[in-house]
Structures are given as structure tokens and as C-alpha cells.
T-cell receptor
Framework: GAVVSQHPSRVICKSGTSVKIECRSLDFQATTMFWYRQFPKQSLMLMATSNEGSKATYEQGVEKDKFLINHASLTLSTLTVTSAHPEDSSFYIC????????????FGAGSRLTVL | QQQVKQSPQSLIVQKGGISIINCAYENTAFDYFPWYQQFPGKGPALLIAIRPDVSEKKEGRFSISFNKSAKQFSLHIMDSQPGDSATYFCAALGSYNTDKLIFGTGTRLQVFP
């Protein structure tokens, strides 16, 4: 089946540094990927929609200069948290449409970011 | 209008019992309603999904009942097992390729022996 791989699964960084999280579609091409953020015991909140070859579309309230998204190929999208602060500590999850235009989304295993 | 309301927030069920989680939506443009299961520290996994043209869908112990007029749908887990203990999210999606998957608030299910 379709697999979305995220790396790293866990990352700890110091406040003020930048962290990059990768999201790869392993056996299919994904023109669109989605980045979600999940705080403990809360639901998934959509941060942005990543489109291959074009700028990402950010949800209201999400700082695009802080959360940089790059979707340079049909199998890779990256989320960079710039100048991370403790309040950015969260679980970041990406997902991708298995088939363009279809409703089924496959999710990655998530990346736990802890900012000290 | 983009919200999906989910209840209960938490649910404790004895092994073998039936777990029922309810969701309600407002936006009539939604036409795909998946349920996701999430274990701690993992991403959500698609469990079962339904479209509004059917009132019920069953896959093994899991089923969805859908009430289009009431704009409500629910997940039923028959013969609940300890391994079903997880957080369950309902979600809704519109029919356009650019539409976004909107998640409910989640239900933490605990099934004890």
C-alpha cells in the first residue's frame, strides 16, 4: 500500500535553531501534501497545503516565515521550523493524496519536535 | 461551518462491548467522511470511510452509520478489544481536489479486559 515516510521521528533542538522535517511518498507521486500539527491530547490542525513546484498555501494564523515549506519534487516535501522556540514543540504530521483528485489521504508516522 | 464536532471526549468500554463515537457537521459540501485511528506517538491511520449516498458501511468489527438529514455520523466498534484502545478521529472532506480534511476533536477509547 501507499506509504508516507517522515524523518526524523524525533528531534530535540535548542531554542533559536532551525529544524527540517522531511516527508516522502515512497511508492507513489504526490502533487499535494499536507502538514498538520498536533499538541498533546488534541486534534490535528492543518498548517499548510504543499503543492509540488509552487508555493505552499498556509492556513490562517500560521506564520509562513516561521514554517517554511518546500515541495521540490513529486515525492518530497519539507517543513523547516525556523528560529524554533519552546512553544513550537509539537507533533508534526504530513499526509499525501495517494491518487490525485481522490479523497484518501495517507499519513506519515509523525515527527516529535522538542525545543529546549 | 468548517467544524466537525465529536463526542464523547473519552470512552471506557469493557472487552466485548460496543464502542460508539458520534460526530456532527454543518457544511453540506462535505461528501467524504473517514474515521482515523491513532496510537500514541504515531500518525493517524484510516480505519473506515463513508460517503453520504449510503446510510451504513461495515468492515469487520467496525461500522459507520450515517444520517444525512441530521448531518451526523457515528463509528461503532463491535466486540471491542484491548488492542482497540487508541484515539479515534472523525473527519470530513469536500469533493474538490483542493478541499482540506477537517478533523473532529478526537475520542480517547480505553478497552479494559
Amino acid at each position: 500500500g501507499a506509504v508516507v515516510s517522515q524523518h526524523p521521528s524525533r528531534v530535540i533542538c535548542k531554542s533559536g535553531t532551525s529544524v527540517k522535517i522531511e516527508c516522502r511518498s515512497l511508492d507513489f507521486q504526490a502533487t499535494t501534501m499536507f502538514w498538520y500539527r498536533q499538541f498533546p491530547k488534541q486534534s490535528l490542525m492543518l498548517m499548510a497545503t504543499s503543492n509540488e513546484g509552487s508555493k505552499a498555501t498556509y492556513e490562517q494564523g500560521v506564520e509562513k516565515d516561521k514554517f517554511l515549506i518546500n515541495h521540490a519534487s513529486l515525492t518530497l516535501s519539507t517543513l523547516t521550523v525556523t528560529s524554533a522556540h519552546p512553544e513550537d514543540s509539537s507533533f508534526y504530521i504530513c499526509s499525501a493524496r495517494v491518487v490525485a483528485g481522490a479523497n484518501v489521504l495517507t499519513f506519515g508516522a509523525g515527527s516529535r519536535l522538542t525545543v529546549l | 461551518q468548517q467544524q466537525v464536532k465529536q463526542s464523547p471526549q473519552s470512552l471506557i468500554v469493557q472487552k466485548g462491548g460496543i464502542s460508539i463515537i458520534n460526530c456532527a457537521y454543518e457544511n453540506t459540501a462535505f461528501d467524504y467522511f473517514p474515521w482515523y485511528q491513532q496510537f500514541p506517538g504515531k500518525g493517524p491511520a484510516l480505519l473506515i470511510a463513508i460517503r453520504p449516498d449510503v446510510s451504513e458501511k461495515k468492515e469487520g468489527r467496525f461500522s459507520i452509520s450515517f444520517n444525512k438529514s441530521a448531518k451526523q455520523f457515528s463509528l461503532h466498534i463491535m466486540d471491542s478489544q484491548p488492542g482497540d484502545s487508541a484515539t479515534y478521529f472523525c473527519a470530513a472532506l469536500g469533493s474538490y481536489n483542493t478541499d482540506k480534511l477537517i478533523f473532529g476533536t478526537g475520542t480517547r477509547l480505553q478497552v479494559f479486559p
